[in-house]
């Protein structure tokens, strides 16, 4: 299977620290995505990162992708109560166009 | 601009009945994916539709089927229910192929419970 797989499975931190998640796959990609899920909800995209980058930032959220190593990171810097959820990465395969593929996700803790 | 719906949000059945979950996407969209996620679990990939067809199927046995409407609006059917189909059926949407920029935009998913 290429699904992605997180790695802790679970992350309890105090507001104000910095959360990184880490994400290890198995074949070539397309891109990598990851997701954030609060409880027993829809998910919601909060950052895309394709095959040819390094590295990208949105607001306090920074990805970083070693293709080489197949694994990429996702980091919350200064972490809020709010951002208590399951977050997920999700890869697309090269070649098995359009079948995503979810990891089973980090249960993060921020306590206030 | 409405996102992605689904219905029922909760339903519950016993085994071996049938289950229907419907999905309506974002206007624009074409593509319709659905997945499973067992408590507490990630997400199963279950099937893609594009433009009415289903183009791509995950490992579930042939008891999941499913349609899209011309609408682009989708339907999920789960036969001969079984315990383990218990389980958070979510809907997602994308942009045609060519205008597919690989993000997915969910719904708030159908949560099934088979007694």
């Known amino acids: 299977s290429q699904q992605g797989e997180e790695d802790p499975q679970a992350l309890s931190i105090q507001e104000g620290e910095n959360a990184t998640m880490n994400c290890s796959y198995k074949t070539s990609i397309n891109n990598l995505q990851w997701y954030r899920q609060n409880s027993g909800r829809g998910l919601v995209h909060l950052i895309l990162?394709?095959?040819?980058?390094r590295e990208k930032h949105s607001g306090r959220l920074r990805v970083t992708l070693d293709t080489s190593k197949k694994s990429s990171s996702l980091l919350i810097t200064a972490s809020r109560a709010a951002d208590t959820a399951s977050y997920f990465c999700?890869?697309?395969?090269?070649?098995?166009?359009?079948?995503?593929?979810f990891g089973s996700g980090t249960k993060l803790n921020v306590k206030p | 601009e409405a996102g992605v719906t689904q219905s029922p949000t909760h339903l519950i059945k016993t085994r071996g009945q049938q289950a229907t979950l419907r999905c309506s996407p974002i206007?624009?969209?074409?593509?319709v994916y659905w997945y499973q996620q067992a408590l507490g679990l990630g997400l199963q990939f279950l099937l893609w539709?594009?433009?009415?067809?289903?183009?791509n199927r995950g490992n579930f046995p042939p008891r999941f089927s499913g349609r899209q409407f011309p609408n682009y609006s989708s339907e999920l059917n789960v036969n001969a229910l079984e315990l383990e189909d218990s389980a958070l059926y979510l809907c997602?949407?994308?942009?045609?192929?060519?205008?597919?920029?690989?993000?997915?935009?969910f719904g708030e998913g159908s949560r099934l419970t088979v007694l």
């Open positions: 999700a890869t697309d395969a090269l070649d098995n166009f359009n079948k995503f593929y």
């Open positions: 990162i394709r095959s040819n980058e």
């Open positions: 539709y594009d433009e009415g067809e289903e183009r």
């Open positions: 206007s624009g969209h074409t593509s």
């Open positions: 997602a949407s994308s942009f045609p192929a060519g205008r597919h920029t690989g993000e997915l935009f």
